[in-house]
């Protein structure tokens, strides 16, 4: 990375916070409530892009539009609910590298299309980070994988795109910074492999963010 990196831009669900399984089962309760039996791992290759766009692939294009506001507002309540009863946790070590990253003055962000009332009940379950700029799904037109989440943050981190990356757990974080025009970073802790984030546009991979912040050093001397 070196010194041409400015800020890094975080993912949250999948990448600082271990919540990928309750969005899996929500959307496969939610789904299952419109008489849908979808298996989880095919909702978990799913997960990473907005709620639009999952069901998108999952329904179909027209019984997405028709069904989708109904079964979005359906999910917000499903996930609040399953938000506060479920134990959560985020990743090791990942507010040593918020505060690493801070030491070396480089700017933080996150960027997640969860809406702000959501992350706002996760923030409250685990102790999160707080970073220079938070952009949530409310913010932008298009969820990932367009680059608008990834853009949103840049111009009010202040930064030029070129000198940020995005971090993410899925292929789709990857193809948003890569459409932004940022390096796409990835780590290990989502439903997907090396190889799908690679192919995605990812040119570092780590297995979770512990491993990224013990690269600090070495990464940005």
């Given at each position: 990375?070196?010194?041409?990196?400015?800020?890094?831009?975080?993912?949250?669900?999948?990448?600082?916070?271990?919540?990928?399984?309750?969005?899996?089962?929500?959307?496969?309760?939610?789904?299952?409530?419109?008489?849908?039996d979808?298996?989880?791992?095919?909702?978990?290759?799913?997960?990473?892009?907005?709620?639009?766009?999952?069901?998108?692939?999952?329904?179909?294009?027209?019984?997405?539009?028709?069904?989708?506001?109904?079964?979005?507002?359906?999910?917000?309540?499903?996930?609040?609910?399953?938000?506060?009863e479920?134990?959560i946790?985020?990743?090791?070590?990942?507010?040593?590298?918020?505060?690493?990253?801070?030491?070396?003055?480089?700017?933080?962000?996150?960027?997640?299309?969860?809406?702000?009332?959501?992350?706002?009940?996760?923030?409250g379950?685990?102790?999160?980070?707080?970073?220079?700029?938070?952009?949530?799904?409310?913010?932008v037109?298009?969820?990932k994988?367009?680059?608008?989440?990834?853009?949103?943050?840049?111009?009010?981190?202040g930064?030029?795109?070129?000198?940020?990356?995005?971090?993410?757990?899925?292929?789709?974080?990857?193809?948003?910074?890569?459409?932004?025009?940022?390096?796409?970073?990835?780590?290990?802790?989502?439903?997907?492999?090396?190889?799908?984030?690679?192919?995605?546009?990812?040119?570092?991979?780590?297995?979770?963010?512990?491993?990224?912040?013990?690269?600090?050093?070495?990464?940005?001397?």
């Amino acid at each position: 990375m070196g010194p041409n990196i400015e800020a890094l831009i975080f993912d949250v669900d999948g990448t600082l916070v271990d919540t990928n399984a309750a969005h899996v089962e929500v959307w496969r309760m939610v789904l299952a409530s419109i008489g849908l039996d979808v298996p989880s791992d095919r909702i978990a290759g799913e997960i990473g892009q907005g709620g639009d766009r999952l069901l998108h692939s999952i329904l179909g294009p027209e019984d997405a539009r028709r069904l989708g506001p109904s079964l979005g507002r359906q999910w917000i309540e499903t996930y609040r609910a399953h938000l506060r009863e479920t134990p959560i946790r985020t990743f090791p070590k990942a507010h040593e590298l918020f505060a690493a990253l801070r030491a070396r003055g480089v700017r933080t962000a996150l960027a997640t299309s969860n809406s702000r009332e959501l992350l706002g009940l996760l923030r409250g379950r685990v102790n999160l980070e707080v970073p220079d700029v938070i952009v949530t799904g409310e913010d932008v037109e298009a969820t990932k994988p367009a680059p608008d989440i990834v853009l949103k943050a840049v111009e009010r981190l202040g930064v030029s795109v070129e000198r940020s990356a995005y971090v993410g757990d899925t292929p789709y974080d990857a193809m948003a910074a890569t459409a932004a025009g940022a390096r796409a970073f990835g780590v290990l802790t989502g439903s997907h492999t090396a190889e799908a984030l690679r192919a995605a546009g990812a040119e570092r991979i780590w297995s979770d963010v512990s491993a990224l912040y013990d690269d600090l050093d070495k990464l940005l001397p």
